[in-house]
């Protein structure tokens, strides 16, 4: 039996989710007398940790970036591990590179993630990760040959097994956050570009709203928090992107999303119909996985998505997904009005979706590549 340990990122949240929780918890249902698996986020990284991490022969680390001084007992630890033969490995699910885009670059830039990340690469014997095409851009730095794609996956019973509610429209869904700014200024306004009987058919549901947490972070050049503070809901990007949608949309509803680690996240679609996934061309995006498609296909939801990378690797136009090939409103109301206009399409590219991704994307069928993986070095 080999013993191993995964050290997460975080204990929250869908990357928790798809990247520990999720696929350890599937490697003890399916491999039990193969493996014992620990889940320990509380690691400080200190001379009793190693000696604790010493007792297992594979250690597993999501991302692999901390703040200055732990990173320095990170990379210790790794060290001392590696002497003593514990298998180490890296997974990852993100580029290590915001970019200039993303909401959260000075952060990344202040605590020298892209720095880190290349010594990181020094020190791991495997790095597993989640797309064929990120993999290549890991390959750049690390040997191809030991990295591994093990895509994120669903079980064929979960959270997400489809349980669709009755309406009389077709529901439009947009879920996101913040970090999501410029992805989903792409489909604001696109409502005023469809007809009063198209707008009489539909609805638009806005999954996430999240007023409760919202808070107003001030940062210094460097990107280091100096202070937070509750926000005031009208300065809450939800309510600034919500009165957007509601000024072109006559039937709108709001969902507040709930945690995915209490089995709730996924019931948000059992009240949509066509999910609406806008994306914005860039390396970092680039880098992600179809997990919208994934949950999509597993809850029979059709969808509409930017036709950038990494949906532009999986998605068939007209076939599993109708893909939108410029960043602008009147595209996307193009899309959602093929789906109106044309008998039968919405059913056809979801159950094509469904098909597709309940069997590649199965989580048996991955934990089973996955425990061949392990049981091998």
Known sequence: MKKILFIP???????????????????????PEDFDITINSSLSFTESDCEYARGFDIVIVHNGLFSAEVQERFWKMLIYLKKKKVTLILDLDDYWDYGTQHPYYEVCRFNAFPEKMMINFKLFDYVTTTTGWFKTVISKYFDSNNVIVFPNALPSESQFTPMKTKSDKIRLGITGGSSHTEDIKQVLGFGRMLTEKQLDSIELVF??????????????????????????????????????????????????????????????????????????????N?????????????????????????????????????????????????????????????EYIRDNNRKRITKERSLERITGDRAQFLLSI
């Open 286 to 346: 680039a880098c992600k996985s179809e997990l919208k498609f994934i949950e999509a296909g597993f809850t029979n939801t059709a969808v509409i998505a930017s036709a950038v990378k990494p949906y532009s690797l999986w998605g068939i136009d007209g076939t599993d997904c109708i893909m939108v090939r410029k960043p602008a409103p009147e595209y996307w109301a193009q899309a959602v009005k093929k789906i109106l206009n044309k008998k039968g399409l919405l």
């Open 9 to 31: 990122s975080t204990t929250s949240g869908g990357v928790y989710f798809y990247r520990a929780y999720m696929p350890m918890k599937q490697l003890t249902l399916q491999y």
């Open 207 to 284: 999954c996430g709203y999240d007023n409760e947490n919202a808070e107003k972070v001030t940062l210094d050049e460097n990107g280091k928090i100096l202070s937070k503070e509750k926000m005031d809901e009208k300065d809450n990007w939800w309510w600034k992107t919500e009165q957007s949608f509601k000024s072109c949309f006559r039937n709108y509803r709001r969902v507040c999303t709930k945690s995915i680690m209490d089995g709730e996240y996924g019931k948000i679609y059992n009240d949509i119909d066509v999910l609406l996934v806008p994306l914005t061309d860039t390396y970092f």
